[in-house]
């Protein structure tokens, strides 16, 4: 079943998927501001703790879904030096900046192939990778139960997925100030800064529809993945999960 990225409801998967595609093609240039505005600065940290998580050495093909302008994946090759590190994401202009980066230097050596590719519909072998990376993705997919299939199909045995995303801060004075920033502040603040005012209105609603910590590891239970764990950053704003793929 498909749904609605910014209500949660059922909807033809065209709709968010569209929606999204139009967002970050728009903000690809701005995207790395619109981040670090959108999370006042706090994503580093969230980056750092994903990178603590992730069981990453130097033999590790890894995978990095909805790679977008490279953050993930050139902090997996700057801390962890992987063999090889798949960047992918579904919007190319997106890529495009991600490339610019690589050839500035941003991988530190690392091996980065580029590929676009909707995480719906995955263009790769079966068990071809150890790790997957993905960081504010699953919340824009209108068909996350299949997302999280096909990221499961192309792990290998005993490998594992890194999620970072939005979620639910458990104590509840911190989420309802949480809830008024995303719906009040986020859409002035972001779009007096970046010109985009519907992309802010967009990431907070889709925030708020978004499962919480133990509905989005149950999902990845439901998707075959075993030992699922999850770390809170800022209160719960943010969590990283990991999941593995039974040996
Ligand atoms: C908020 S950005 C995150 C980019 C990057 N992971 C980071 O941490 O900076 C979300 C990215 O997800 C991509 N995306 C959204 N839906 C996707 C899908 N179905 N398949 C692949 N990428 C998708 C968007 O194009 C965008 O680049």
């Not at 590790?60 to 909805?66: E, G, K, M, Q, R």
């Not at 590929?115 to 960081?135: C, F, H, L, R």
């Not at 907070?204 to 699922?228: K, T, Y």
């Amino acid at each position: 079943m498909s749904i609605d990225t910014a209500t949660g409801k059922e909807a033809p998967a065209e709709l968010s998927s569209e929606r999204v595609y139009e967002i970050f093609s728009n903000i690809a240039k701005k995207y790395e501001r619109f981040n670090a505005v959108s999370s006042f600065g706090a994503y580093k940290l969230w980056l750092a703790g994903m990178m603590r998580q992730a069981p990453i050495d130097h033999t590790s093909d890894v995978l990095d879904i909805a790679g977008g302008t490279g953050d993930v994946a050139f902090a997996v090759a700057r801390t962890k030096r992987p063999a090889h590190i798949q960047l992918t994401d579904f919007v190319p202009e997106m890529l495009d900046v991600a490339r610019a980066h690589y050839s500035e230097g941003a991988s530190c050596g690392v091996p980065v192939d580029f590929d676009e590719v909707d995480a719906q519909n995955i263009p790769y072998d079966d068990a071809s990778y150890d790790v997957i990376t993905m960081a504010y993705g699953i919340r824009n997919m209108p068909d996350r139960p299949r997302a999280l299939a096909e990221m499961f199909r192309v792990l290998k045995p005993g490998g594992a997925l890194v999620c970072l995303e939005f979620s639910t801060p458990p104590n509840r004075a911190w989420r309802a100030l949480y809830g008024f920033y995303l719906k009040h502040l986020i859409p002035f603040w972001g779009g007096l800064i970046t010109g985009d005012r519907e992309g802010f209105v967009y990431l907070g609603n889709s925030i708020r529809a978004f499962p919480n910590q133990e509905n989005l590891a149950q999902m990845m239970r439901e998707a075959g993945f075993c030992d699922v764990t999850w770390k809170n950053y800022t209160g719960g704003i943010a969590a990283v999960h990991v999941a593995e793929k039974p040996r």
